[in-house]
């Protein structure tokens, strides 16, 4: 009895997210665009093409104290996504950073978006191709989400 239900537990279980490959080389530019913004925060150029957008972050964020807001600034440029978990289309689009800071550790996310230009009205038809694509990234706190 137990192998029937088993067996039907792993045929209804989700699959892994799988991509062809022109998927994944698409998804593998997109990741690359988006860690050379976040990693200087402003408009880019890289690999022959200017990455182009800019950062936000909520009102709590932007009050911390100025040494503080270094330490979120400083662990989201050099936060490396991991594929899955938060980062299952391997764009690296979302990450989730602990910072210590002056009133004790903090989780902040991060995440970027895709609009066709700068006054982010509409998402951009193909966030591969930087000439149709303005990205703003929105740093917060976790419990902000």
């Given at each position: ?18 991509v ?56 989201v ?44 009205e ?10 149709l694509?303005?990205r ?10």
């Open positions: 009895m137990w192998a029937v239900i088993l067996e039907t537990v792993m045929q209804t279980a989700p699959q892994p997210f799988l062809d490959s022109a998927e994944l080389a698409k998804a593998q530019t997109i990741a690359r665009h988006n860690d050379a913004f976040r990693t200087v925060l402003t408009s880019v150029r890289t690999e022959g093409v200017s990455i182009t957008g800019r950062v936000g972050s909520t009102r709590a964020i932007h009050m911390l104290p100025r040494e503080d807001l270094l330490k979120v600034v400083r662990a440029r050099t936060d490396k996504p991991a594929p899955g978990g938060d980062n299952p289309y391997r764009e690296n689009d979302f990450g989730s950073v602990t910072v210590d800071l002056s009133d004790g550790e903090a989780k902040v996310f991060w995440k970027i978006d895709y609009y066709s230009d700068a006054r982010c509409y998402g951009s038809e193909d966030p591969a191709n930087p000439a694509t303005f703003y990234m929105t740093i917060m706190f976790a419990h902000e989400y």
